[in-house]
């Protein structure tokens, strides 16, 4: 496995150009203006919600009030608020695993209201693009397979509530998507990234350009 270089060599080395600075409280902001930036996580995502929206409608257990409206609620409030909350915990410790898999052992969480948001750090841990894209992806792909899964084998009623939780789901990782497309974006070269948690920063280097090293 090659080696990760030091934050030091990303900071001050000739090989590596800092390529942003992300400030934790302006996470938002910046996945809301890359939101639509062509990447392969994002695809991913924007299918998932296609689907998920389309099964939603379908799969709709009643069109006007009548005496099912009761467990329509029911469903909307399971499937939009009951079911994604207690996926949480689980979510963010999919987070987990990869960083302490590499390594990683002063691992964080936190939560921003104001911005809607959860995350899993790692401090001054450099992580490779590859690694971060595990980080970043594997609560997505896990837990959209296990709720598929659970789709086929459902009563149409739980069928409906759980294409409501994947659509839920997909959208809470769609920060994770973005930042992932965003270090995918700089082809033939080398990516790293890594927090300074204390100072709730995140920075992504880059290897410089043949040309551009001193």
């Known amino acids: ?92 410790g999919l987070h987990l695993v990869p960083y302490w898999l590499a390594g990683a052992r ?34 997505f792909a896990v837990i959209t397979a296990g709720l598929a899964a659970a789709i086929l084998f459902a009563s149409p009623w739980m069928q409906w509530v759980l294409a409501m939780t994947v659509f839920v789901h997909a959208t809470m990782c769609t920060g994770d998507a973005v930042l992932t497309g965003f270090m995918s974006a700089f082809r033939g070269r080398r990516t790293f990234t890594w927090d300074d948690a204390d100072a709730g920063v995140a920075y992504f280097c880059a290897e410089k350009l043949p040309e551009n090293k001193e």
Not at 60 to 70: A, H, K, L, M, N
Not at 108 to 137: E, K, N, P
């Open 106 to 139: 002063d691992i964080r969480f936190g939560a921003d209201m104001r911005q809607g948001i959860i995350y899993v750090t790692a401090h001054r841990f450099v992580t490779s693009r590859s690694l971060f894209s595990m980080v970043a992806l594997t609560p």
């Open 1 to 92: 496995m090659p080696v990760s270089p030091t934050i030091d060599e990303l900071e001050s080395g000739p090989d590596f150009e800092k390529v942003l600075t992300l400030q934790y409280n302006d996470i938002a902001p910046f996945v809301i203006g890359r939101l639509f930036s062509f990447a392969l996580p994002s695809v991913m995502i924007w299918v998932v919600l296609a689907i998920s929206a389309f099964l939603t409608v379908w799969l709709w257990p009643g069109q006007t009030v009548t005496d099912e409206s009761r467990h329509i609620i029911k469903g909307l409030l399971t499937g939009l608020i009951g079911l994604p909350l207690l996926l949480i915990p689980f979510h963010e």
